[in-house]
């Protein structure tokens, strides 16, 4: 049995290069099925552009409560719905940061795409360190088997 585990998922980051070239709007995250965040909704600031050497990210700050199958949508003020999405199972998630390339991402994975985000691409998934509630089920650590 899987167990139910809930976490708080922070802001999510992705490293843009010189060959980004989408205009990010928005930003949806839904849990079993429900949306949670809505970027818009909220009247948020969706992104941060931060410089870091010859590096440069995006950064949504979403402050959300999720557990279960989660599906994390970016619209593109050039598209009607989606232009990428992943999705994840929170239960798995090790770790604090969940790392996504651009080879896993729905909506940008094929080469065709690679001239609208860039070779070297990815989304990080930060949650919050002091915070993960496991309810029923088991937990094991990996380091003691």
Known sequence: MIPVVERKLEKL?????????????????????????NA??????????????????????????????????????????????????????????LRVGRMEIDGIHKEKHKSKVGDLFFLEAHFHPNYKVIKGGYQYDSLNL
Do not use: M, W
Request: aromatic letters at 20%.
């Open 13 to 37: 980051r992705l490293e843009i290069g010189k060959d980004f070239n989408l205009k990010l709007t928005n930003v949806i995250i839904y849990a079993n099925g429900k949306k949670l965040f």
């Open 40 to 97: 818009k909704d909220t009247n948020s600031i969706v992104y941060y552009p931060i410089r870091d050497q010859e590096k440069e990210y995006l950064d949504f700050y979403c402050s959300s409560f999720i557990s279960g199958d989660v599906k994390v949508e970016f619209t593109d003020e050039s598209k009607d719905g989606p232009c990428f999405f992943f999705c994840f199972h929170v239960s798995f998630v090790d770790g604090y940061i």
